[in-house]
C-alpha cells in the first residue's frame, strides 16, 4: 500500500527548532514501540533490519511514500545520559551487562571491539567525528554524485555541528601542522589532503546528536519502529525449482522471548533491507541460509543460497595510539581535529579522562583476568560494579593514527544459531606490509606532533617519545604479546599495540554479495545497506557516509519502483 501524503521540505526554522529541542521531540516519537506490543503477524511495504547509522535515515525515508516496519534489536537513546554525553563516552564501552547498548566481542586477533544494540547504532556509540567520503571515493564506488552531495546536507541538516576547539585540541592541530601535514584547510566536512577540523554529532553543549533523530524526517503514518526486536531468520519463498529465492518476510523475537512474523504486502517491488551492520548482516544473512554451504551444512542450516562471499572481506582499520600525560589540564574531547596524509594514515586525538578511562576499565579488567585469552571468551570474576571508578587523574590525551584501507582482510564465520550471540571475526590485521608501513608513518608523524612547539604545553618534557612508547605498550588494550623491542622498533610496536577505531567493514560487499543497487545476488526482493557492503572505509571515519547512504538508497528505491510504475503504465 502506497500513502498518498507527501511531503514538502520543512522550512529551516522548524529545522533549526529541531535540532535545539530534539530531545523532547524524538523522545516522543509516536511510531516507536516494544515490540513486546507487536501483533503476532503483521504486513508491510518495505522491513528494514536494524535501526543503526544507515538503517534508520532509509526507514525515515522510504516511509514518506509506503508502509515501513524498522526492526531494531536494542532499546532507545533517548535519556540516557552514557549516550547523550560527549563526558560519558567511555562508560557505554565499558558496560557489558546484557542491556547495554554496546556488546562488546573479541576478535579471533585477539583485539577488544564493540558493535552497537541500540536505535540509532554505532552512532549512539561513537566518538562523533563526522567528516565526508572524498569525491574519488564517490566515484570510484559509482555512486551518483549530486545525489551523494544532496544526501550529506540532509543529513547534515540535523545531525552535524562544528566542534568548539578548546587548547589541547588546537594544540594537535598546530602540531600536526608543524609535522608537514599542510596545507591547513579549516573546518570542513570535506575530506582533503593536509589537517583539517571536521564536523561532530555533538552539539556545542556536548549533547549527542545520532542517526535515531534522522527519524524526525519520517513520515510518522508510514513508520512502525519495533525496538527490543531481534531478528532471527529471513524467510523466503520459491515458486518452481527454477525460480529465484524471493524474501518475504522475517522472523523476530521480543524481550519476553515471543516470536513475530512480519511479511511483505503483496507487491512485486516491495523489499526486505538488511541495514545490521558489518557484524550483524553477515551474520544474519547466513542464519537465513544465505552464505557459503558448508559452512552453514556445518551448522545445519538449510541452504537458501551457496553463496560463499558473504562473511569474507571483513577488515578493520587498525588504529594505534599514544598517550602523552600532562602537565597543565586539558579539555575533555573526543575527535575534533584530522591530520591527512599522503601515506595513507589519519591522526586523530582526544583528551581528558574520557577516551583514557575506557582503556584503564579494560586494563584493569585484563589484568583480574576477565578475559581469557586461550579460549577467546570474555567473562567476569567481578561483578563490573565492584571495580573501582576508572582513574579520573588521567590527565592528557591520545593521538591516535588509523590507516588508510586496510589492504588485510580477514572473515566472519557463525559460533551457532544464536542471532544475539556474537559471530567469530578474523581481522588479520598487519597481514599486508603496506598496512605495516602505513602505521610505522602514522606514528613517527604523531612523535613529530608531541615534539612540536605548539604542544609543548601538554607533554612532560622530561618523558622522552621512547618512553611514552614504552608506556603505551604498559597499556594492555589487547592480548597480544608484548616484545621488548616494541619501544625501539615501530613495526613491532604497531603489531603489539593494534586496537580497533571500531570502523570494521566489509562481510557484504558491493561486488560480492550484493550487486551495485545493494541487492543481495542470487534472491530477489533483499537488499542490504549498511556498513558491510563497504570495500574500504570511506574518508576518514565512516559514520557521515553510513548516513548518507541510507538516505543515497532510499531516494535510489523510490525512484527505481517510481520508473518501473511508470513503464507498466505506459505498456498498459
Ligand atoms: C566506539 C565507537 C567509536 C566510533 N567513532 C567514530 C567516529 O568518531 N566517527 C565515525 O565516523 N565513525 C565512528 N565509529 C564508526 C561508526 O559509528 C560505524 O561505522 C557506523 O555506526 C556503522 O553503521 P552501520 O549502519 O553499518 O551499523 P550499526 O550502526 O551498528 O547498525 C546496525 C544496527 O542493527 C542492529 N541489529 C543487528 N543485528 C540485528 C538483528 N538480528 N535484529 C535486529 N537488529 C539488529 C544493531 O542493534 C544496530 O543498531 C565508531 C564506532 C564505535 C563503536
Ligand atoms: C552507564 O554506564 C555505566 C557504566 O558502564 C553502567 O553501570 C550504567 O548502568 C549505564 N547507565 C545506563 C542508563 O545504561
Ligand atoms: C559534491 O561536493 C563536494 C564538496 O563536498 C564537491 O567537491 C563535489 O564536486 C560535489 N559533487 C557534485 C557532483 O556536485
Ligand atoms: C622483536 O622481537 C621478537 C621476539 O624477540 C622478534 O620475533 C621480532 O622479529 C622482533 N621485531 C623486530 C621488528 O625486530
Known amino acids: ?17 529541531l535540532r535545539i529541542c530534539y530531545t523532547e521531540h524524538a523522545s516522543t516519537y509516536t511510531f516507536v514501540k516494544h515490540a513486546v506490543q507487536a501483533p503476532p503477524v503483521s504486513y508491510y511495504d518495505y522491513i528494514i533490519v536494524g535501526g543503526g547509522t544507515a538503517g534508520c535515515p532509509l526507514a525515515a525515508t522510504l516511509s514518506e511514500k509506503h508502509s515501513v516496519l524498522l526492526l531494531e534489536r536494542g532499546g532507545s537513546p533517548y535519556g540516557n ?3 547523550t554525553e560527549l563526558a560519558y563516552f567511555s562508560q557505554n564501552l565499558a558496560d557489558t551487562s546484557p542491556a547495554s547498548p554496546s556488546q562488546r566481542f573479541l576478535s579471533e586477533d585477539g583485539v577488544i571491539n564493540a558493535r552497537a544494540r541500540v536505535l540509532g547504532g554505532g552512532s549512539c556509540l561513537n566518538a562523533g567525528f563526522y567528516t565526508r567520503a572524498s569525491p574519488e571515493y564517490v566515484r570510484d564506488v559509482g555512486w551518483d554524485g549530486a545525489l551523494v552531495n544532496q544526501s550529506y546536507q540532509w543529513v547534515e541538516k540535523m545531525v552535524a555541528f562544528e566542534p568548539p576547539m578548546l587548547q589541547w585540541q588546537s594544540a594537535v592541530r598546530d602540531g600536526l601542522l608543524e609535522a608537514g601535514i599542510t596545507p591547513y584547510n579549516g573546518f570542513t566536512y570535506d575530506h582533503m589532503y593536509g589537517t583539517k577540523i571536521g564536523g561532530t554529532i555533538f552539539d556545542r553543549d ?7 533523530d534522522l527519524l524526525q524526517y519520517a513520515n510518522p503514518d508510514g513508520l512502525m519502529v519495533l525496538l527490543h526486536a531481534t531478528v532471527g531468520r529471513i524467510l523466503f519463498r520459491q515458486t518452481g525449482g527454477a525460480a529465484r529465492p524471493v524474501a518475504h518476510g522475517v522472523v523476530f523475537h521480543d524481550a519476553a522471548g515471543v516470536r513475530h ?4 504486502n503483496n507487491g512485486a517491488k516491495n523489499e526486505i533491507v538488511v541495514c545490521a551492520g558489518a557484524v550483524g548482516s553477515p551474520q544474519l544473512l547466513m542464519l537465513s541460509g544465505v552464505g557459503p554451504r558448508d559452512h552453514l551444512e556445518s ?5 537458501v543460497v551457496d553463496q560463499p562471499m558473504v562473511g569474507q572481506s571483513m577488515s578493520d582499520n587498525p588504529m594505534n595510539a599514544i598517550f602523552v600525560p600532562s602537565p597543565t589540564p586539558v579539555e575533555v574531547s573526543l575527535i575534533q581535529v584530522v591530520g591527512i596524509t599522503r601515506f595513507g594514515s589519519f591522526i586523530e586525538g582526544a583528551s581528558g579522562s574520557n577516551f583514557a578511562s575506557h582503556y584503564s576499565q579494560i586494563t584493569h579488567e585484563l589484568r583480574f583476568g576477565m578475559f581469557s585469552a586461550q579460549t577467546g571468551q570474555i567473562f567476569t570474576i567481578n561483578d563490573m560494579n565492584d571495580l573501582p571508578a576508572a582513574s579520573s587523574s588521567m590527565r592528557g590525551g591520545f593521538i591516535l593514527e588509523k590507516i588508510m584501507g586496510p589492504l588485510s582482510t580477514g572473515h566472519l564465520d557463525l559460533k551457532n544459531k544464536n542471532p544475539d550471540d556474537n559471530p567469530s571475526v578474523t581481522f588479520n590485521y598487519f597481514k599486508e606490509p603496506e598496512d605495516l608501513q602505513r602505521c610505522v608513518k602514522g606514528i613517527e608523524t604523531i612523535e613529530k606532533v608531541i615534539q612540536s612547539k605548539a604542544f609543548s604545553r601538554f607533554r612532560f618534557q622530561y618523558i622522552s617519545t621512547e618512553e611514552l ?17 616494541a619501544s625501539k622498533s615501530l613495526e613491532q610496536f604497531c603489531k603489539d599495540t593494534v586496537m580497533t577505531i571500531w570502523h570494521y567493514h566489509g562481510g557484504c560487499q558491493v561486488g560480492q554479495v550484493v550487486d551495485k543497487d545493494y ?32 538516505r543515497y538508497m532510499g531516494i535510489k528505491i523510490q525512484t527505481e519502483r517510481r520508473e518501473t510504475d511508470d513503464e507498466v503504465r505506459r505498456k498498459s
Open 519 to 550: 541487492k543481495v545476488v542470487g534472491v530477489d526482493a533483499l537488499r542490504v545497506v549498511d556498513g558491510s557492503t563497504f570495500n574500504f572505509s570511506p574518508g576518514t571515519n565512516p559514520q557521515a557516509t553510513v548516513m548518507m547512504l541510507g
Open 81 to 83: 545520559r552514557n549516550i
Open 206 to 212: 556536548g549533547h549527542r546528536h545520532t542517526a535515531a
Open 299 to 303: 551448522l545445519a542450516i538449510d541452504v
Open 469 to 485: 612508547l614504552r608506556m603505551a605498550l604498559n597499556f594492555p588494550m589487547n592480548l597480544l604479546p608484548k616484545h621488548d623491542n
Open 261 to 264: 512474523r512480519a511479511y511483505l
Open 1 to 17: 500500500m502506497a500513502f498518498g501524503h507527501r511531503r514538502s521540505l520543512l522550512p529551516v526554522f522548524f529545522l533549526c527548532c
